[in-house]
Structure formats: C-alpha cells, structure tokens
C-alpha cells in the first residue's frame, strides 16, 4: 500500500513550452503534498507544499507564477513548469502526507525534465 | 534552522568491506524524525530507517544498522560487508514532524567496486 505515482517519468521539451507534471496518491487520500527539485549530482530541495483545495506555499526563491501547483483532489496535485527555459532541466519528486494520522511522507519515482 | 551535513561526499569500497556513512544534524526541535533513503542512478527514493528523537535504539536489518546518538546529533549509517548492489547516493534527512517536509543532507556517493 501507499504508492505515489508521477507521470511523466521523463520529458524532454523545447524552450518557452510549458510541461505539466502529475503526482498521484493510488492507494491514499494525501491533504497534503509536496514538491522537491533535484539538480545533477545535489540534494533534494523543498519547492513548494501542496495543500488540497488551497493556494500551495512556495519556498524563498520560487517562482509562484512559473512553477504553477494545483491540489484539486485528494489524490492528484499537479506541477507545472511554465515557459520552461534549460535551467530548469532537473529531476522533481513529489511525496504524499499518508499513513495513521497523515504523518509519513511517500515519495513518488520522480521525473526527470530536461529543457533543450 | 533544520540543517543535515553529510560531510563524505564519495566513499569508494571493495565488495564484502564495511562501510559507515556519517549524519550530522541541526535542529532546536526536541522532538523530530531522522531518515536515509537510498537513490540508486534510477532516481527513485528508496526507504531505509525512520527514527523519531525519543527512540535512541541502535536499529540492524539486515547487513543494515543505525547508530542514532543525540549526544553528539548524529544518525551513522553502515553497511556491513557492502555489495556492488548497495551502489547508489545515500541521503539522510531530518523532519520536525512527521507531517512536515524533510531537509534532506547533500548525499554520499557509495561506490562499490567487485
């Protein structure tokens, strides 16, 4: 139990487009959501936490306006990236609050953006 | 400030050597959960351990173990007689709550070498 899924795994898209990322709790209903971002070869870094039915709260250095987040039920929240240039090519993983008392982070298989 | 240090950026072993990776941590919180996960070159996080602050208990699964000493804020990791398996980053992350993001340590690389 307790899978979070995220598609696309992978995408590869042209400067300027936008790219709309999914994250899914299969098993769970998640209030909660987050979204990390992962450059090459560094570590996982908060973008933003995803609050169903509510703005999602971004953090210091975020765009808000280019990094769009939407939590429209309890098992779906979505990312997208827009007007997409190369330095956001990264690896972005979302986690899902589930478990007893919605305080274990699961963690989807990420996907990996890559800008040209 | 939440912080994670894993000072040993690579470590580079033989196949069936003991390995230790080392955590650091910072935080004001008196209450609070460690982590390591494992990110093989496919990019999925695996799970390894959860710990909260109240439960200092060295844990072992396996070739797995965990040494957690408040003491000195720190949360070891070791592989016991690692194989070309084990390869992969390994993160060690800190949460105030369970409900909360985690702050995640910038990695060690562990390779293993048959």
């Known amino acids: 139990g307790a899978v979070v899924s995220q598609h696309p795994s992978w995408v590869i898209c042209k400067s300027g487009t936008s790219v709309k990322i999914e994250c899914r709790s299969l098993?769970?209903?998640?209030?909660?959501m987050f979204w990390y971002r992962q450059f090459p070869k560094q570590s996982l870094m908060l973008m933003a936490t995803?609050?169903?039915?509510?703005?999602?709260?971004?953090e210091q250095g975020v765009e808000k306006d280019k990094f769009l987040i939407n939590h429209a039920s309890l098992t779906l929240s979505t990312l997208t990236v827009t007007s997409a240039h190369p330095e956001d090519s990264s690896f972005y993983i979302c986690s899902a609050l589930g478990g007893f008392g919605a305080d274990t982070q699961y963690f989807g298989p990420g996907t990996r953006l890559t800008v040209l | 400030a939440q912080k994670v240090t894993q000072a040993q950026t690579e470590i580079s072993v033989v196949e069936k050597e003991d390995v230790t990776l080392d955590c650091v941590y910072e935080t004001r919180d008196t209450t609070y959960y460690l982590f390591w996960y494992k990110q093989p070159p496919s990019g999925e996080l695996v799970f390894l351990i959860r710990r909260n602050s109240f439960d200092e208990q060295n844990e072992i699964s396996g070739r797995y173990s965990w040494n957690f000493q408040k003491s000195t804020s720190s949360f070891n990791f070791t592989i016991t007689a690692s194989q070309v398996v084990d390869s992969a980053v390994y993160f060690c992350a800190l949460s105030e709550r369970g409900n909360t993001p985690l702050v995640f340590g910038k990695g060690t690389r562990l390779s293993v070498i048959a």
């Open positions: 995803s609050n169903e039915g509510s703005k999602a709260t971004y």
């Open positions: 098993d769970f209903q998640a209030t909660t």
